[in-house]
């Protein structure tokens, strides 16, 4: 199975700081990543699909990168509403695995 | 609009059975591939199973051989049929679709499935 390591497990920062997030696969993934946002309560929203391809709707201030084993998610500009848990998902082979999760808050 | 609205879950004690189902409109289930991904209480994401347009099936290990995942075209509808129960399968339960390659693109609100004596 391919695991998936996101850090950190949790961020604080300022409205308007630029926030990162880091997900490592166990083993190349190529592109097939996807970044979802999970607000309590809520079902997940996806926000990125194929490491680096924006979904509709979603704000341009989030941003996707990497290929192989590393990845980012990207918040230019963190604004209020983005208070969540972020995780990624690799879907290049089964089982389909999921990052354990980065707690975004708003200091 | 694609809609995805979950039912089924419940408390069921270990060792039963529960059949969840995925009510879908604005799209065709058949033609898509369909998840299930489930959530214990406090904790992150866990992907349960997929069926593509063709048929094909997969699950994870840990409900392969206890969860079964099927669609009925006439009602548009998906299903997770789940036998032999344990506690550590109690979750919010989402269907999802996807809309571009396998990622989840539309989910469902969750099905609450408490597995407890």
């Known amino acids: 199975d391919i695991q998936m390591t996101q850090s950190p497990s949790t961020l604080s920062a300022s409205v308007g700081d630029r926030v990162t997030i880091t997900c490592r696969a166990s083993?190349?993934?190529?592109?097939?990543l996807a970044w979802y946002q999970q607000k309590p309560g809520k079902a997940p929203n996806l926000l990125i699909y194929k490491a680096s391809s924006l979904e509709s709707g979603v704000p341009s201030r989030f941003s996707g990168s990497g290929s192989g084993t590393e990845f980012t998610l990207t918040i230019s500009s963190l604004q209020p509403d983005d208070s969540a848990t972020y995780y990624c998902q690799q879907y290049n082979s089964y089982p389909r695995t999921f990052g354990q999760g980065t707690k975004v808050e708003i200091k | 609009e694609v809609q995805l609205v979950e039912s089924g879950g419940g408390l069921v004690q270990p060792g039963g059975s529960l059949r969840l189902s995925c009510a879908a409109s604005?799209?065709?289930?058949?033609?898509?591939?369909m998840s299930w991904v489930r959530q214990a209480p406090g904790k992150g994401l866990e992907w349960v199973s997929v069926i593509y347009s063709g048929g094909s099936t997969y699950y994870a290990d840990s409900v392969k051989g206890r969860f079964t995942i099927s669609r009925d075209n006439s009602k548009n509808t998906l299903y997770l049929q789940m036998n032999s129960l344990r506690v550590e399968d109690t979750a919010v339960y989402y269907c999802?679709?996807?809309?571009?390659?396998?990622?989840?693109?539309?989910w469902g609100q969750g099905t609450l499935v408490t597995v407890s004596s």
């Open positions: 083993q190349s993934i190529s592109s097939w």
């Open positions: 999802a679709r996807a809309r571009y390659y396998y990622e989840s693109s539309y």
């Open positions: 604005g799209f065709t289930v058949s033609t898509n591939y």
